[in-house]
């Protein structure tokens, strides 16, 4: 749902070619988007830096009890991440990571 509302809001508002990135081959048709299978838990820096992309924003959810493994890989990657979580603890990077270390500085 949030990935759908915020493909239509980028076509919309922006001139921003565009890819539409689902573990099974997403369906949207435009002009501006390219279609792309890809697992969040499974993809490689080497994988996401090869798709030429800006930035990456994760829409994916459920975000409760995820961790920072895909922000990790996108930075690692050289691209913007953009996290659309509700869960302020977790955008700020108050969450521990396991072991009880902080999982990210701010």
């Known amino acids: 749902m949030f990935g759908s509302r915020l493909l239509d809001t980028l076509l919309r508002t922006t001139d921003f ?9 997403h369906t949207a048709s435009h002009a501006r988007v390219t279609n792309l299978a890809l697992d969040r838990k499974l993809v490689t820096a080497t994988v996401l830096k090869a798709t030429g992309a800006f930035a990456v924003a994760d829409a994916s959810g459920p975000f409760q009890g995820a961790d920072y493994r ?5 930075i690692e990657a050289g691209l913007h991440y953009v996290d659309l979580a509700a869960l302020h603890a977790l955008a700020d990077g108050r969450l521990a990571e396991p072991g ?3 999982a990210w500085e701010c």
């Open 70 to 74: 895909f922000a990790r890989t996108t």
């Open 17 to 25: 070619q565009i890819i539409a990135a689902s573990r099974t081959r």
């Open 100 to 102: 009880g270390g902080p």
